[in-house]
């Protein structure tokens, strides 16, 4: 690279909170969209600002940030066409999902992460609630700021069920012990997919309610779904026996190595020879498209300034290290689950 070009490189990094407020706010005034509607007959901004309730000023600065940006494009007559970036940013679920996370969770907290890696604690967090991390405060977020947090996780795990149900139900488990629950979408779908299997969700108490509320409206398979609050953080607590699969799905990423080998040392404490403890997650490392890694690799500052202070996106080979260091192994692996985004790691008791 070029000097000139690593110079105006370092601008935009210098200058990346103006591109991206300047995202969030043409979405929410609906001016992309209003480009995007009229590209047979392409606007000027006079025209533009007949179409949406913002003055020419407003348009004018946001435009020419967005143009400069390279999400929007004008011609010598002034009118206004989405690039191929600027039609990702309104139209594709991942940018969506990731940008609404990024304005409604992070962005205030985000402010804080000097802080927060000189002190180890989610010094980013206090801008949305006060707890020590967020999972305690999941069912009290503010409407918008929980919904944007529940379309990120659910985003990166909802389109990996349809094939790992027929992973997990191959060996055809009667009980599964859902650890990290949520909010009991894959207790749902796992009762829903095999009418005799048992499922127990083990979470905190807030996210347990938060499931039992949705699974409670559905008949046929709320008397299958039970319930175990539990902080996994708790010496104390104990994960119980009785389970032939221990699912794990976007759950231990959560927590920090020495957290992850804790958890799985409870499992193993009570678990049976033969049961099968399933691992779901978004390896750093395993991934088909850079757009992916880059975003899990973002990820892992959210966990650092705002969730809890110690945990990250890992790789596969961190997991598999503790796995091992825990006493486990890891029997198969399954890949590209779903988009292509998630692993599944199958693992037993050492013998």
Not at 64 to 85: F, H, N, Q, R
Not at 280 to 286: A, H, S
Request: hydrophobic residues 40%; aromatic residues 10%; proline residues 3%.
């Amino acid at each position: 690279m070029k000097t000139l070009e690593a110079l105006y490189e370092a601008q935009k990094i210098a200058f990346s909170p103006f591109v991206f407020q300047t995202a969030a706010t043409l979405i929410e005034l609906n001016v992309l969209e209003t480009i995007e509607s009229n590209r047979e007959n392409k606007l000027t901004i006079d025209e533009l600002t007949q179409k949406v309730d913002v003055s020419k000023y407003g348009l004018t600065v946001l435009l020419e940030m967005a143009i400069a940006a390279g999400m929007v494009t004008s011609d010598e007559e002034g009118k206004l066409e989405l690039t191929k970036v600027g039609y990702f940013v309104l139209t594709d679920k991942m940018t969506k999902v990731n940008l609404n996370f990024t304005q409604d969770v992070c962005y205030l907290g985000l402010f804080n992460l000097t802080d927060a890696i000189k002190k180890g604690t989610p010094e980013g967090l206090k801008m949305i609630g006060d707890w020590p991390t967020v999972y305690e405060g999941l069912s009290q977020l503010p409407d918008k700021i929980k919904k944007s947090w529940f379309d990120f996780d659910h985003y990166y795990s909802d389109n990996a069920f349809g094939e790992a149900l027929e992973i997990i139900f191959k060996n055809n488990p009667k009980q599964i012990f859902d650890i990290g629950g949520n909010t009991g979408k894959w207790a749902i779908a796992s009762a829903k997919h095999n009418p005799n299997v048992q499922v127990k969700i083990l979470d905190l108490p807030g996210q347990i309610n938060l499931a039992q509320q949705n699974i409670n409206t559905i008949n046929d398979i709320k008397d299958r779904v039970s319930y175990l609050p539990i902080n996994m953080l708790d010496p104390l607590s104990e994960i119980p026996a009785g389970a032939d699969v221990y699912w794990m799905s976007q759950f231990l990423d959560c927590f920090s190595e020495q957290e992850i080998e804790n958890i799985l040392l409870k499992i193993k404490k009570n678990c049976a020879a033969d049961s099968d403890i399933y691992i779901m997650e978004t390896f750093i490392d395993d991934q088909k498209f850079q757009a992916a890694s880059y975003s899990l690799i973002a990820t892992s500052l959210y966990f650092t300034a705002i969730a809890n202070g110690n945990s990250k996106m890992y790789s596969k080979s961190v997991f598999k290290y503790i796995i091992d260091k825990a006493g486990f192994e890891t029997v198969n692996e399954f890949p590209s689950i779903g988009t292509g985004y998630h692993t599944i790691l199958h693992c037993k008791l050492k013998k």
